[in-house]
């Protein structure tokens, strides 16, 4: 709730605000005669977080594969269900970096199907799936404005990338994912990720065989050895 008596124009910036969430207005006058009653009530609704720019994609490069997400099997971020607005995207690898393939839009109540596109070969950068390439999912938060991770099961089609080939996901589900790099010798960290499983063990259950020891500034360890 903002509440402000010291305007002196006709206008007032607000923010920030969130997305997709309706805000209400009104407004009084005030001068040396006194207050005038409340206006009428007026209200606005934000717009939901498009997609970024590293989800743009090269399209039509001469064959492709569809994916269909079934409404059906409730596809959510990890802590609700999609909603309007939020993006499903497929990814390639080029250059040990994850690029966008295609990607569609959630309609709620809908089912809905992506495009995903193959390479390329007139062109002489990779612009799309190599046959046989693993396909990778994202989830676009509409609301929040963030990327996540994602999990896919499939109903059918492969883990991989066919010409032509249909697939039908049984499961979707976005997470957080955090990476944080580890040069040899001491480092000191942090994440934004709280995990669900957070013991050390879970953890760090990758770098395990390789670590010394962990410890916190409030002196305690993590000692996988002992």
Request: aromatic fraction near 12%; charge should be positive; proline fraction near 4%.
């Amino acid at each position: 709730v903002v509440n402000d008596s010291t305007l002196t124009g006709t206008s007032r910036q607000a923010g920030p605000l969130m997305s997709a969430t309706t805000y209400y207005w009104r407004v009084n006058a005030k001068n040396s005669d006194g207050t005038s009653a409340w206006s009428s009530t007026w209200s606005f609704t934000t717009a939901l977080f498009p997609p970024p720019a590293s989800w743009n994609f090269a399209a039509v490069t001469g064959n492709n594969g569809t994916i269909a997400v079934p409404s059906a099997i409730n596809p959510s971020t990890g802590t609700r269900a999609l909603q309007t607005g939020d993006g499903v995207g497929v990814f390639f690898t080029r250059n040990d970096s994850l690029i966008c393939a295609g990607y569609s839009l959630w309609q709620d109540g809908q089912n809905m199907a992506i495009s995903a596109w193959g390479d390329n070969d007139q062109t002489t950068m990779k612009d799309g799936f190599a046959s046989g390439e693993s396909i990778r999912y994202k989830i676009w938060d509409a609301q929040a404005g963030k990327e996540l991770g994602a999990i896919v099961v499939y109903q059918t089609g492969g883990t991989t990338y066919t010409a032509n080939g249909i697939y039908v996901l049984s499961s979707l589900v976005g997470y957080i994912a955090h990476g944080i790099r580890l040069p040899q010798g001491w480092n000191m960290i942090s994440s934004f990720v709280a995990p669900k499983d957070s013991t050390l063990d879970t953890v760090f259950v990758k770098i395990k065989p390789r670590m010394v020891i962990a410890k916190n500034g409030a002196g305690k360890v993590y000692w996988p050895a002992l």
